[in-house]
Structures are given as C-alpha cells and as structure tokens.
Nanobody
Framework: QVQLVESGGGLVQAGGSLRLSCLASGRAFSTLGMGWFRQAPGKEREFVACISYSGTITYAGDPVKGRFTISRDKAKNTVYLQMNSLDPEDTAVYYC????????????????WGQGTQVTVSS
C-alpha cells in the first residue's frame, strides 16, 4: 500500500507562484510513476502533469504547459509541482497520484491517490 500526502496549497494572486509537494510512503518511491491531477467545482478531474519512476520522462497537459513543472526528489520520497504564472482558471483541488513504474496522463491508470490540496487563485 502507498500513502500520498499533498501540501503547499493556498491562496495566491493571479500571476503568482506556488509549489505543491507530495510525500510518498509505503512502497519504494523509485518504483512509482507519479502524476498530478486537479478538479475544479462542477468540473471533471483534469490531468496536470506526470513523471516516470526514473524522472527522465515528464509530460504536462496543454492548459499548464510552459507554466507548471513536475519534478521528483528520490532522497525525500517527494514529487513536486512548481506552478508559475497562476491564473484564476487554475483554481482547483490538486491531487497527487501514484502507479507502478510508468507515467500516465489517464487518471484511471493510477492506483494510489492523496487527499488533495486546495489551490485558489484570486484575480
């Protein structure tokens, strides 16, 4: 079993930055592909970014490409989402997810999920 705990959410003004963290435990972090997803009120869950178990492959969704960066730190069992140039449209609950080995943009491919962290961007 894998436990994922997100942190770093909060309230920020448009144009600002936040860094989300997701701490993983319960399974060797180096064997997990990791992803970030988000869900805004009244909308379906949306892919944000993912990273392979090795960290060599990353992919970001079109709405955040060029603004958000996913990375991982093996020594800290943590995956990060650096969010820059935030827009009110980025307001959502952000979820960290994990799966064995590979990265994926499909939420149904992930076996492990965190509880989520709220990000609110004011205009």
């Amino acid at each position: 079993q894998v436990q994922l705990v997100e942190s770093g959410g909060g309230l920020v003004q448009a144009g600002g930055s936040l860094r989300l963290s997701c701490l993983a435990s319960g399974r060797a972090f180096s064997t997990l592909g990791m992803g970030w997803f988000r869900q805004a009120p009244g909308k379906e869950r949306e892919f944000v970014a993912c990273i392979s178990y090795s960290g060599t492959i990353t992919y970001a969704g079109d709405p955040v490409k060029g603004r958000f960066t996913i990375s991982r730190d093996k020594a800290k069992n943590t995956v990060y989402l650096q969010m820059n140039s935030l827009d009110p449209e980025d307001t959502a609950v952000y979820y960290c997810a994990g799966r064995a080995w590979g990265a994926s943009a499909r939420d149904r491919d992930y076996d492990y999920w965190g509880q989520g962290t709220q990000v609110t961007v004011s205009s």
